[in-house]
Structures are given as structure tokens and as C-alpha cells.
């Protein structure tokens, strides 16, 4: 199968991602420290006001603010994670003729950051104060969360089979066997 153009830039557009990562990791980490352990993942997938609700109770003053904090900064991290994910997966398919028939996989990193941000558009203006955050916002906030994280450990476990199968073709393994 042969593939046009388009596709020989993601591994190129990657290296770029992954370099301008480095950066985006150290804010991670402190916004890691920041959240002083709120269970951020928790909101994310309530579902219901009384589950949101329960765990915005549960926090301290400084994990609320962390978590203020780290909605002002969650919209970067969506961008990067799409551009690194779709190159790793292109470069996975392109070093392994075996995988060619997942080409259909490279678009569902933007897809899962386009969740992403749904996700922070469902939150960001109840950021102020989230108790008066409604049930339908954070339903559908829950929803794309959680189409975003299926997609993510699909994308995840396809990244792992890909590096298993270049380690045993480097090996010597054919993946025809």
C-alpha cells in the first residue's frame, strides 16, 4: 500500500511535538503538585450533580484552586497530545507494513483532543464557583471525557503493540508467523 505525502509529515511533525513537549511536561508536573491530589479525573467523570458535587466537597481550599488552575492551562495539553499520538501512530504504521490497514487510527488523537476541549468548555465557565456547574454541563462534560480517555488507552495499546512488534522485527521475528 502506498500512502501520499501527507502521511511522511506526521513523523516529522512529531519530532517537532516531542521536542516542544518538554515544556508542557514540566507544567504538568507542576500542576501535578498543584492539585495537591484532587481526584481532577473524578470530576471529569461524575456524570451526575451529586457525584460533582460530592467530590468538589471533599476537596480543600488549595486542590479548588489547583483545580481553577488547571483548567486555565488544559487547553494547551489536548494540541500537543494530538499532534504527538497521530505521529506515533503514522510512524508505527509506516515502519510496519503488517499494521497498514490501521491507517484509520491516526485521526482519533485530534479527535480525542477535541473531547478534551468539550470537556473544558463544559467546566470553564462554571470555574468561578463549580457547585453552580448544571447537570447537563457536567453530564455532557463526563461524556466527552470519557470518549476522550477510551480513545487515549485504545491509541496507548496500539503504541505498545507497535513498539513489541519493531522490537521483534529488530529481533528478527516476522510478523507473518
Known sequence: MTYSGWFLLYPRLGRLVLLSLIPVLGLMLAMHSVLQGADIVGLQLAYTTDRFDELIYAMT???????????????????????????IVAWGIRALP????????IPFAPIAGMADLIENACMAPYAGNLLEMPAAAIFFMSCAAMVKWQILVMLLLFVVVCAVLRIAKQLGFSANT
Open 98 to 105: 503488517v499494521l497498514d490497514g490501521f491507517i484509520w487510527l
Open 61 to 87: 481550599p488549595a486542590q479548588l484552586e489547583g483545580v481553577r488552575l488547571h483548567l486555565a492551562f488544559d487547553n494547551i495539553y489536548p494540541v500537543f497530545y494530538s499532534l504527538l499520538f497521530s505521529a
